[in-house]
């Protein structure tokens, strides 16, 4: 027909642009309400919706496209053959990274309330762009390794909580704000760091030493510092290695090659080499391994909220798109077989919000208890959240048919992004491994979790099993280690289910203790049974503010 056009564009969704990511994410802002004191509560809305805002506006959206289209570059030499060793990174990177500090996402340890102010803005700004989410967690979960060190953590945690950033590379003390990035893994080792060889020689300077070695992975190689871990005469040990010295030269820092990694692209990760790197001790010789635990229990933590991050702009995306698109007749959202699939998903990004914001609330409590909660619940949380973050991305894509396998829906980068935070701070059997060491050797990290999970008994039939059943495979370890991550499968799924009958809408709650608890579900998205409340549960999930 004359002056007919196939490029109208209808029955296509609005972009999801241009609203607030707090408020329009019910579980993620009741969790924030439950877990702070009332006095709180306004000026926590106040800066969360704030942020909110910036994170669902075009412009955020437009850098982190742009930081992960360009990705950054390595620059070993200057033009005069100068070695430097500098990352040059896209602008967005560093609007977003700067962001990210004026938010606060590194200042949570001397605030009323920090850990879960900050968790719901470290999830909230994942979903902007995880890749800036490593400086930010590595720089965040320094502090308690450095107060190891009471001189040291004097000098540096006064810059690693500052809201300033500075990308300059220049002495640490002459700046207003600092990144601290972190070396853990050696090429023959992996997450077996006791089979690190980087050698670290003792100089005449109280607390000073000479790094040789080299790091496998190091986490953000533009940062100001690193915590790595070398070998002194007393044994594996934690050091922090300034990037440039007090005096203004470079430290050796020798960056091979940046990694060319499947997702996580506008974020550096490096090999580097060590020659002759100056370097300060952190805590005792030999005592490397606890003076950094801290730091990778607050990094653990961060890759559930990351992940949980992921799994909630992914619904947010397959809700929306449904919410519009449609297709036999009606809208995507209102046909049974789509409800059903969106609700399942709704309610894995569900549980696992609730689980991070109630880790981070016990960071904030620092109770022996809560402690004691943490010390099991965070490496269970990092096993089974993480896990389930890449299924969950790849089902919502496919929410979008064909639309969520085209780079412009946003999905992909997901979906490349899923798997991470499953490898990152140790791998499932790394996570399984130390729940069962904590089942072990520290009962009162069992009683702890038994306490918490308790609150909720009586209130679902279905859950009450699951902790019966639960019980029996705890009472005997002596051979668990080949069961283990069906162990901790459960460990988690029984916290996240009486975390959610307590605190959810208990049309949440009902369909997680059916699906997830109750053997009613399928083993994949979309087989939950039809009798249960399915409209209200994605309607809860839907993106609106």
């Known amino acids: 027909m004359a002056g007919s056009s196939t490029r109208t564009g209808s029955n296509q969704p609005p972009p999801l642009v241009g609203y607030d990511v707090f408020t329009a994410d019910r579980a993620l802002s009741a969790a924030v309400h439950r ?3 009332p006095e709180l509560h306004d000026t926590a809305r106040e800066e969360l919706s704030g942020l909110g805002r910036s994170c669902g506006s075009a412009q955020v959206q437009r850098w982190g496209a742009e930081a992960n289209e360009n990705p950054p570059r390595l620059r070993t030499h200057d033009r005069y053959g100068h070695r430097i060793d500098e990352v040059d990174f896209h602008p967005a990177w560093h609007r977003l990274l700067g962001k990210g500090v004026a938010a606060g996402l590194t200042a949570a340890w001397h ?3 920090g850990h879960v102010r900050r968790a719901a803005a470290f999830l909230m700004w994942t979903q902007a762009e995880a890749g800036v989410g490593c400086p930010l967690s590595m720089t965040h979960a320094a502090v308690p390794a450095l107060r190891a060190e009471p001189a040291l953590a004097a000098e540096w945690e006064p810059l690693l909580t500052s809201t300033v950033y500075e990308r300059e590379l220049r002495p640490a003390r002459s700046k207003a704000g600092a990144l601290l990035g972190m070396g853990m893994t050696e090429k023959q080792g992996g997450s077996d ?6 050698a670290a020689r003792p100089l005449a300077e109280d607390g000073g030493y000479e790094l040789t070695g080299h790091k496998w992975f190091c986490s953000a190689p ?11 005469p007393g044994g594996l040990s934690c050091f922090l290695v300034p990037r440039v010295l007090a005096d203004g030269t470079r430290n050796p820092f020798l960056i091979q090659r940046l990694k060319d990694k499947l997702g996580n692209r506008s974020n550096a990760s490096a090999e580097v080499e060590f020659a002759g790197t100056w370097a300060r001790r952190v805590g005792e010789e030999g005592r490397g391994v606890a003076a950094i635990i801290g730091m990778v229990a607050a990094t653990r933590l961060d890759c559930v909220l990351g992940s949980a991050g992921l799994m909630r702009q992914a619904v947010a995306q397959a809700v929306h798109h449904c919410t519009y698109r449609e297709a036999f007749g009606g809208r995507l959202i209102d046909k049974p077989l789509m409800r ?3 609700a399942d998903l709704a309610i894995e990004s569900e549980a696992a919000t609730t689980l991070a914001l109630r880790l981070a609330a016990a960071c904030d409590d620092g109770g022996e208890r809560e402690r004691a909660l943490l010390r099991l619940a965070v490496p269970a949380a990092k096993y089974w959240v993480t896990k389930r973050c890449a299924p969950v ?5 496919e929410c979008l048919g064909g639309n969520g396998y085209v780079e412009e829906s946003g999905l992909p980068r997901l979906v490349r992004e899923s798997p991470l935070n499953s490898v990152w701070e ?3 059997n790394v996570q399984a491994l130390d729940v069962l060491r904590a089942l072990r050797r520290e009962p009162a990290a069992l009683d702890a979790y038994l306490s918490e999970v308790g609150r909720a008994r009586g209130a679902d039939h279905r859950l009450d099993a699951a902790i019966k059943d639960l019980l029996t495979e705890l009472a005997d370890l002596a051979d668990a280690e080949g069961r283990a991550r069906r162990l901790v499968e459960r460990l988690a799924l029984v916290l996240q289910g009486a975390l959610l009958v307590r605190y959810a809408p208990p049309e949440v709650a009902d369909v997680f203790c059916a699906s997830r608890l109750g053997g009613d579900g399928g083993a994949a998205f979309g087989a939950l ?3 249960l409340d399915l409209a209200s549960v994605v309607e809860r999930a839907r993106p609106v503010s």
């Open 222 to 232: 533009m940062s100001d510092g690193f915590l790595v871990l070398a070998r002194a």
């Open 340 to 342: 059903n699939v969106l």
């Open 35 to 37: 877990h702070l004191p």
């Open 529 to 531: 049974p039809t009798s």
């Open 393 to 397: 991305a790849v089902e919502a894509a």
């Open 193 to 198: 760091v006791r089979a690190n060889t980087t």
């Open 111 to 113: 605030r009323p309330g």
């Open 426 to 428: 140790g791998a499932g």
